[in-house]
């Protein structure tokens, strides 16, 4: 179904494709897609991982060639493939997820590092450098200093170093693949300014995120792939999140509110005034039986700390913390573990999963007591250990002996969750949980958050996209700069007024 | 200034350590604080600072070598037999056969490391190994004794007797040394070649991406220790006045140390020309001073063990808090 836009007429695209396919190994990673950008328009490209979304991209950028039978125009001129050299000249340029950047090296350095290329020798100029990089920056309307090497700076500041540095070679095509994934809403207004002010000046912007809000609130237009087919273009303008979800996914869904009232359950998790100075202050909250409580707020707002300090891995500077009515006073994780409480990281590759083990090693690490048999660990009860969590989470593994890494975000957060399951919880704090999930698969993830707490687990939800929290917790508190500010129901308040809260 | 400290910490804080040292044994020892023991300390220091600035450049690729210093016996035989053939040469030929043969067996590891992806230490362990065996099985340990007159003869470049009735002396070794320190620097900080080696050991795949040719990175990292090791050997068998087949043997770990301790980083991207030479300066000095002070020298490793492990635990972690205004952050988080 190629539905064509009308949004903004006849104008003769910059950037045009046709008959692009792609095979990786026997599996087609492109069908005979075609996709076009305007000048100076902002065009969303939208798909669930591994859609085809990357590789696109690629082969826009030269780093893949497409099968034979490809056509890519651009600005007047027809290629049969590019190469990283020609994208470079003529001005099309990648801000890749993970940046690509050089954290030792100098802002100036990184900006202008396309002068120390070259395949001989010649002396660097650093005055050359600073001032092509003090005018990138300038043209961002941001001040840095130049001579600090990059590792001083947040992420959101290294974010505008690889837009700056895009910026450099004349950039008349520039493409953001998911460059608000670690942004906190402030961060992300600015950058999407940056955007707008790049369109305006004639630059054309391919955005890719997964993040739809920010996709409707940019883009003119929106082009969708799934399983590497062309869904189809649709102008921005009357879309909405839903509409693109099923577009993306194929399927529907429809998000409800999940909250029910927990009070008369008794109370699993209870704390007092709990406090550690310049992270958070006088927290108080209780979570009863079977009941999800989202805590939501900007990056910084202190609610890891929060986490932390419950998880026991941060020790409290007052206040009191009661499990299931009894104080508890952890001196480390393991004591935390032991006495019910699991703590999923918001950072899944490298804190919560070890990645170059197997599915199974991954599951059990936390509950290895579990698996003894006279003192050893035992294949067998890892091995029905871990089949009876990848079944009740439904896991799509291929062996349990498959390294981690070979599932998608999506699976390894199960993983993730059923690692904490294996332990016993009484409480589960889910930090963040669907960092790096497809919109698909977060909806799948929910689903067992819900039925987990139907059995009775009390659960934290921490998200700072507020409609996770306020579709699928019970209760919403709201953390700004370290205190608990607000306290929400979200069968009595509406989205738009938590939104407005938060976002303030 | 503030903004050198601020990007110089270790240098800074090395700089400080042997300030303290030397004031220390300047008032515990009689013989420390003189220019002609100062001008001895960086003769006995040359040979170490020519190879460490060789092994900042691999550690910068984000590579690591531990074969360089029985590379460098290797090249010391090789050169003497070829100088042998060509009937006794001169500093000209001797030097550029050392640095050939240096740069061929820095080549060799990085041929493995790049051809056949073995990861450095892995392939540096093994050619270690592989340089080391042959050498002991050719040589079957001999030493030579018999070099050319031009390799063995101190060339004294400039000498002058102090007031206190010291010496101060510069050699060749001292020379070939500056040479080769400034040459590192320039490489590694003024041309585009030494910011596409820190860009490759700081993120590869980065690199990879804006096209920089890893290959070519790997061989221009391990040619050029190479290089430092060749010439150093031949200025090792000029100070020593022989060749002897392990003389060297061992002499890699302790310049590893020195270049980590001069704030090198193992894993890439990281690390300065001043730093690996305050490193190598204040191991030198610590011996040098616990020499004077009559401390058995077998206490040596284990004293000098100690001063890496706190410099080290120092610079990484705590000398930014030490001192207030150089942990200030004008932005960033």
């Known amino acids: 179904m190629h539905q064509l836009a009308t949004a903004g007429g006849g104008e003769k695209p910059l950037l045009s494709l046709s008959?692009?396919?792609?095979?990786?190994?026997?599996?087609?990673?492109?069908?005979?897609?075609?996709?076009?950008?305007?000048?100076?328009?902002?065009?969303?490209?939208?798909?669930?991982?591994?859609?085809?979304?990357?590789?696109?991209?690629?082969?826009?950028?030269?780093?893949?060639?497409?099968?034979?039978?490809?056509?890519?125009?651009?600005?007047?001129?027809?290629?049969?493939?590019?190469?990283?050299?020609?994208?470079?000249?003529?001005?099309?340029?990648?801000?890749?997820?993970?940046?690509?950047?050089?954290?030792?090296?100098?802002?100036?350095?990184?900006?202008?590092?396309?002068?120390?290329?070259?395949?001989?020798?010649?002396?660097?100029?650093?005055?050359?450098?600073?001032?092509?990089?003090?005018?990138?920056?300038?043209?961002?309307?941001?001040?840095?200093?130049?001579?600090?090497?990059?590792?001083?700076?947040?992420?959101?500041?290294?974010?505008?170093?690889?837009?700056?540095?895009?910026?450099?070679?004349?950039?008349?095509?520039?493409?953001?693949?998911?460059?608000?994934?670690?942004?906190?809403?402030?961060?992300?207004?600015?950058?999407?300014?940056?955007?707008?002010?790049?369109?305006?000046?004639?630059?054309?912007?391919?955005?890719?995120?997964?993040?739809?809000?920010?996709?409707?609130?940019?883009?003119?237009?929106?082009?969708?792939?799934?399983?590497?087919?062309?869904?189809?273009?649709?102008?921005?303008?009357?879309?909405?999140?839903?509409?693109?979800?099923?577009?993306?996914?194929?399927?529907?869904?429809?998000?409800?509110?999940?909250?029910?009232?927990?009070?008369?359950?008794?109370?699993?998790?209870?704390?007092?005034?709990?406090?550690?100075?310049?992270?958070?202050?006088?927290?108080?909250?209780?979570?009863?039986?079977?009941?999800?409580?989202?805590?939501?707020?900007?990056?910084?707002?202190?609610?890891?700390?929060?986490?932390?300090?419950?998880?026991?891995?941060?020790?409290?500077?007052?206040?009191?913390?009661?499990?299931?009515?009894?104080?508890?006073?952890?001196?480390?994780?393991?004591?935390?573990?032991?006495?019910?409480?699991?703590?999923?990281?918001?950072?899944?590759?490298?804190?919560?999963?070890?990645?170059?083990?197997?599915?199974?090693?991954?599951?059990?690490?936390?509950?290895?007591?579990?698996?003894?048999?006279?003192?050893?660990?035992?294949?067998?009860?890892?091995?029905?250990?871990?089949?009876?969590?990848?079944?009740?989470?439904?896991?799509?593994?291929?062996?349990?002996?498959?390294?981690?890494?070979?599932?998608?975000?999506?699976?390894?957060?199960?993983?993730?969750?059923?690692?904490?399951?294996?332990?016993?919880?009484?409480?589960?704090?889910?930090?963040?949980?669907?960092?790096?999930?497809?919109?698909?698969?977060?909806?799948?993830?929910?689903?067992?958050?819900?039925?987990?707490?139907?059995?009775?687990?009390?659960?934290?939800?921490?998200?700072?996209?507020?409609?996770?929290?306020?579709?699928?917790?019970?209760?919403?508190?709201?953390?700004?700069?370290?205190?608990?500010?607000?306290?929400?129901?979200?069968?009595?308040?509406?989205?738009?007024?938590?939104?407005?809260?938060?976002?303030? | 200034m503030r903004s050198f400290v601020r990007t110089h910490a270790t240098e800074v804080s090395l700089l400080a350590v042997i300030v303290a040292i030397s004031a220390v044994l300047s008032v515990s020892t009689a013989n420390f604080f003189s220019l002609g023991n100062a001008f001895d300390l960086l003769n006995i220091s040359s040979v170490n600072i020519i190879f460490a600035v060789g092994l900042l450049v691999v550690l910068i690729a984000g590579g690591i070598d531990i074969s360089f210093a029985v590379a460098a016996s290797v090249v010391q035989y090789g050169t003497a037999i070829a100088l042998g053939w060509i009937g006794g040469g001169g500093w000209i030929s001797g030097l550029l056969i050392a640095g050939s043969l240096g740069v061929l067996l820095g080549a060799t590891n990085a041929f493995l490391i790049h051809r056949f992806k073995v990861i450095s230490i892995v392939a540096t362990i093994s050619t270690f190994n592989i340089y080391f065996g042959l050498l002991m099985f050719f040589t079957k340990g001999v030493s030579i004794y018999d070099l050319p007159d031009w390799l063995t003869d101190r060339v004294i470049l400039f000498e002058h007797e102090m007031p206190d009735g010291t010496w101060i002396e510069i050699t060749l070794p001292v020379l070939v040394m500056v040479i080769c320190v400034i040459a590192t620097w320039v490489l590694i900080t003024r041309t585009t070649t030494g910011r596409q080696l820190y860009a490759f050991g700081d993120n590869p795949e980065g690199a990879r991406r804006f096209g920089i040719n890893i290959g070519a990175m790997q061989f221009i990292a391990f040619g050029w220790l190479g290089l430092m090791a060749g010439i150093g050997g031949l200025i090792q068998a000029h100070y020593a006045q022989e060749v002897v087949p392990n003389a060297l043997y061992g002499r890699e770990l302790d310049v590893l140390a020195a270049v980590v301790l001069g704030g090198a980083r193992l894993g890439g991207g990281k690390g300065s020309v001043l730093g690996c030479v305050l490193g190598v300066l204040l191991i030198s000095i610590t011996q040098n001073g616990l020499n004077l002070m009559g401390v058995s020298p077998f206490a040596f490793k284990m004293i000098i063990g100690a001063i890496i492990l706190v410099a080290i635990t120092l610079s990484n972690t705590r000398i930014e808090r030490l001192l207030p205004f150089v942990s200030q952050k004008g932005t960033g988080r």
Request: aromatic residues 6%; negative net charge; proline residues 4%.
């Open chain 1, 19 to 504: 008959d692009i396919n792609m095979t990786f190994g026997g599996v087609k990673a492109l069908k005979n897609v075609s996709f076009d950008v305007r000048p100076g328009e902002v065009h969303c490209l939208a798909g669930e991982n591994g859609c085809g979304k990357s590789t696109l991209i690629k082969i826009i950028t030269g780093v893949y060639r497409p099968a034979d039978g490809a056509s890519i125009e651009f600005d007047g001129e027809t290629y049969s493939h590019m190469s990283p050299v020609t994208a470079q000249d003529r001005g099309i340029q990648v801000i890749w997820q993970d940046l690509a950047l050089f954290p030792e090296m100098s802002v100036a350095e990184n900006i202008a590092f396309q002068t120390v290329l070259g395949r001989w020798p010649k002396l660097v100029d650093y005055g050359r450098m600073r001032k092509i990089a003090e005018d990138a920056l300038a043209r961002l309307g941001v001040t840095l200093d130049v001579d600090l090497p990059l590792k001083e700076y947040a992420i959101a500041q290294r974010q505008i170093v690889a837009i700056a540095r895009a910026l450099v070679g004349e950039a008349r095509l520039v493409f953001m693949d998911e460059p608000t994934a670690s942004l906190t809403q402030s961060e992300t207004d600015h950058l999407l300014d940056i955007v707008r002010g790049l369109s305006a000046a004639g630059v054309a912007v391919v955005f890719v995120s997964h993040r739809l809000a920010e996709v409707l609130e940019i883009s003119s237009r929106i082009t969708v792939l799934r399983d590497g087919a062309l869904v189809g273009v649709y102008p921005a303008a009357g879309m909405t999140q839903s509409r693109i979800t099923e577009l993306m996914t194929g399927k529907t869904f429809d998000q409800q509110v999940r909250a029910k009232p927990r009070d008369g359950q008794p109370v699993v998790l209870d704390v007092k005034g709990l406090s550690r100075p310049g992270q958070f202050e006088d927290v108080s909250l209780t979570v009863h039986r079977g009941e999800t409580l989202g805590i939501t707020g900007l990056l910084g707002a202190g609610r890891t700390e929060l986490a932390l300090t419950l998880f026991g891995m941060l020790k409290p500077a007052s206040g009191t913390i009661a499990l299931e009515g009894k104080p508890v006073r952890f001196s480390s994780n393991r004591d935390a573990i032991a006495a019910g409480v699991a703590y999923l990281s918001e950072d899944r590759l490298s804190l919560g999963l070890i990645q170059p083990q197997s599915i199974a090693d991954n599951l059990v690490i936390s509950s290895l007591d579990k698996i003894l048999a006279g003192g050893l660990l035992s294949e067998d009860r890892k091995g029905s250990l871990v089949g009876r969590w990848i079944a009740d989470l439904g896991v799509k593994i291929g062996l349990q002996q498959d390294a981690i890494s070979t599932l998608s975000g999506g699976n390894q957060q199960r993983v993730a969750i059923a690692k904490w399951l294996a332990t016993d919880p009484k409480l589960l704090i889910l930090d963040a949980p669907t960092v790096g999930v497809d919109v698909g698969a977060r909806a799948g993830i929910f689903d067992i958050v819900a039925r987990l707490a139907e059995s009775g687990l009390a659960i934290i939800l921490i998200s700072d996209e507020v409609p996770e929290v306020y579709f699928n917790a019970d209760r919403v508190l709201h953390m700004a700069q370290g205190r608990i500010v607000g306290n929400y129901d979200p069968r009595s308040a509406s989205l738009a007024e938590i939104e407005g809260a938060v976002y303030a």
